[in-house]
């Protein structure tokens, strides 16, 4: 079972260049999300996607985008890295319904280091 | 303020004592609690689900819910070392999933 899945685990980056995420779940799951872990600041949401061909901003979006061009791939994209993007980037996905609405189903994170 | 505030901490027990981890939180619409664990170096898995309002009980593990003081609380009873983690409280409005989390309480059993 591997759930949703998360490339790459480690990345450095210089200030300026750019890179993708991706993560894909196999749950067939309607909704995809990215948040950020920061030391003390818990999980704050990027994006996140309730279908297909859908985005939506959460609470930190500024330099970042998403796309959802199939329902089991979730990309997030860094155009320009920047330092204050150094941080631990986690994928979730979860169902539309169910027994426990709202459950997420969390990837393993992906470390991300700017210099 | 943030809309969901957890006790801070890092919290260091020993073995066999009870664990009382609390989030208070503002936004009234919330109606799914969660709890998540988090292991080092992995990602949060859901511990405890409660909808609404009420208490919530799995083997040494309690959720318990106060919608009319929005405070929420997880009990560990009998704790072990493998409950060494940080634990994270999240609510959610919907049933979209949109989750907002606690900033985590880090949880140390001392055997």
């Known amino acids: 079972n591997a759930g949703v899945t998360q490339t790459p685990k480690f990345r450095v980056l210089k200030t300026g260049q750019s890179m993708t995420l991706l993560c894909a779940q196999d749950?067939?799951?309607?909704?995809m999300y990215w948040y950020r872990q920061d030391p003390g600041m818990g999980l704050r949401l990027i994006h996140y996607s309730v279908g297909e061909g859908t985005t939506a901003k959460g609470e930190v979006p500024d330099g970042y985008n998403v796309s959802r061009l199939k329902k089991q791939n979730f990309l997030l994209g860094l155009e320009s890295a920047a330092p204050s993007q150094t941080s631990v980037y986690f994928c979730?996905?979860?169902?539309?319904?169910?027994?426990?609405?709202?459950?997420?189903?969390f990837g393993e994170g992906s470390r991300l280091t700017v210099l | 303020q943030k809309e969901v505030e957890q006790d801070p901490g890092p919290l260091s027990v020993p073995e066999g004592a009870i664990v009382s981890l609390n989030c208070t939180y503002s936004n009234s619409a919330f109606q799914y609690f969660m709890w998540y664990r988090q292991y080092s170096r992995k990602g949060p898995e859901l511990l405890m689900y409660t909808y609404s309002s009420g208490n919530k009980e799995d083997g040494r593990f309690t959720a318990q819910v106060d919608k009319s003081s929005k405070y929420i609380s997880l009990f560990i009873r009998d704790s072990q070392p493998s409950d060494s983690a940080t634990y994270l409280c999240?609510?959610?409005?919907?049933?979209?999933?949109?989750?907002?989390f606690g900033d985590g309480t880090t949880l140390t059993v001392k055997p």
């Open positions: 979730a996905s979860s169902q539309r319904g169910g027994s426990k609405k709202g459950e997420l189903f």
């Open positions: 749950m067939n799951h309607e909704y």
């Open positions: 999240a609510m959610s409005a919907s049933n979209a999933g949109k989750s907002t």
